[in-house]
């Protein structure tokens, strides 16, 4: 069965310190797999996507994620966090099925001055 | 459009009556999704429109919702008989290609509440 877990409900990091958000995923197959994240009254964002090459891929907003296949990890990162990070931030694979993507039940981001 | 326009923003309807909830992909995506958010939950998918072909409605949740796309334009979800526990947010997204390696774009969804 494919699904993605993020097992923190909320992420509480101060500014300027790095900030990591986790998700593990459980796909046939290689693995797509994608950061968004949405701001209050706002749609879901891409921010970063790994499909195939570098295990550190590099998204918007200073934003990068580790794929790590023997963990079946997908943790986003960021070196230096602002407060304007503060928002909901979903994890997503691709299924089998091209028309599926699964997303994780999302995490809340608070950066506090 | 720039990006993908979801209509209304906010509805609120009382228990029973029908509504419908309009997305506008962005031109040229020829895929369009629906997916649910209830509060304090993930995503769910609902259904998947590619062009022509056949939609993958696997993911409604009962007979009373149904979609519509014509072609590769707007696309209105319908819910009929409304419930409590249909109050959600529900997004539209589209992506360029089918497999969606570019990832989607979502609207900013319609915030129903059903009392």
């Known amino acids: 069965a494919q699904s993605v877990a993020q097992p923190e409900d909320q992420v509480n990091v101060a500014e300027g310190n790095p900030l990591t958000v986790k998700c593990t995923y459980s796909?046939?197959?290689?693995?797509?797999l994608f950061w968004y994240v949405q701001y209050p009254n706002r749609g879901l964002q891409f921010l970063l996507k790994y499909i195939t090459g570098d295990n550190l891929v590099k998204g918007s907003y200073g934003f990068e994620a580790e794929f790590n296949k023997s963990q079946t990890s997908f943790h986003l990162k960021k070196p230096s966090a602002l407060v304007s990070d503060s928002a909901l931030y979903f994890c997503?694979?691709?299924?089998?099925?091209?028309?599926?993507?699964?997303f994780g039940s999302g995490t809340k981001l608070n950066v506090k001055p | 459009g720039a990006g993908v326009s979801q209509s209304p923003s906010n509805k609120v309807t009382e228990k029973g009556k029908d509504v419908e909830l309009r997305c506008d992909p962005i031109s040229g995506h020829t895929a369009l999704y629906w997916y649910r958010q209830r509060l304090g939950q993930g995503l769910e998918f609902l259904i998947y429109?590619?062009?022509?072909?056949?939609?993958?409605k696997s993911g409604l949740p009962s007979d009373r919702f149904s979609a519509e796309r014509t072609g590769e334009s707007v696309s209105t979800l319908t819910i009929q008989r409304t419930q409590q526990e249909d109050s959600a947010v529900y997004l539209c997204a589209s992506s360029l290609q089918v497999w969606g390696g570019y990832g989607y774009t979502f609207g900013s969804g319609t915030r129903l509440t059903v009392v």
């Open positions: 997503a694979v691709r299924g089998r099925y091209f028309n599926k993507f699964y």
């Open positions: 796909v046939s197959g290689n693995p797509y």
């Open positions: 429109f590619q062009g022509n072909s056949a939609p993958d």
